[in-house]
């Protein structure tokens, strides 16, 4: 409980230094996107083959297929509760609502939270659970906002996105018991060990633009708690009714509980839809976070 307990405490402190960072003006709204590319195209990819550089064996494989296919469950049933809580919400919200259930933080914030409740493994696990989440992503996810139907663009753009790519990579190095010579492996290491600090200090950046006295509306309260405690809640019922092993569910669990993704707001802003509210879904649901997910990693450690 106390390690736990350590990492909520760096994280939120990490938040608070990308918070006021930004409100000194030392990071620019220019340079916060930069520092978010870096850590989508760079920081994660590395850090992701990082977290498959470890010994495995048949029932690691096992592990992973079942992290697999309950991550592709949770995609789906997300898409159709989408649509059935939120159909008939006005265009704007509706599209940040629905793009939420499906899109969490699970990247920026899912990664460094696997790593350090669940170790190595954790962060394996991590890794696989995250591939359902970003096909749908920029698949179902995007088509929410563009209504686009072209399938061919949006499966080239999946099957070429980096964290895909350091999926398939770290995949390889570990089924094939390849090692990365020293030269390779230390500055590998030394970028993917970046990520916590960098995501928490993006998350921070978006706290510092937003006004908390406006956040928790009851659209966005209702939202959260379905994105926090409820999704989860049903997944983790699930998991012991299944007699899912500890360590899978835990790492499922705990990553479905994650706040609406960063990219919520910057989507709607590219695509006009009600930028404030989508604003107020990832900034409300991240602050609520970090009540919510110590409960859970101490729930889900016990366990055990």
Known sequence: MSDVLILQLTMLILIIVGAVVKKLNIVSRTGQKNINDLVIYLVLPCNNVK????????????????????????????????????????????????????????????????EGVFAAMGLAMASIYLIPMRVMMWSSGIAIYTQSKDWRAT????????CILACVLGLILMIGGLNLPELLLRPLSTIGNCNTALSMMVIGMILADADLRTL????????????????????YGVCLLSEVPALVSGVCVILTAMPAGATTSILASKYHADELFATKLVVASTVLSMITIPAWAVLLTAAL
């Open 51 to 114: 977290s498959f550089l470890i010994e495995c064996d048949g029932e690691t494989f096992r592990q992973f297929a079942l992290v697999l296919l309950i991550s592709a469950a949770v995609q789906a049933v997300s898409v159709v509760l989408g649509k059935l809580l939120y159909g008939k919400k006005e265009p704007g919200q509706r599209m940040s609502l629905q793009y939420g259930v499906i899109c969490s933080n699970a990247g920026f914030l899912g990664n460094p939270v696997a």
């Open 155 to 162: 499966a080239k753009k999946v099957a070429t996105h980096p």
């Open 216 to 235: 928790f509306d009851r659209e966005v309260l209702g939202y959260s708690l379905l994105r926090l405690v409820l999704m989860p809640l049903a997944l």
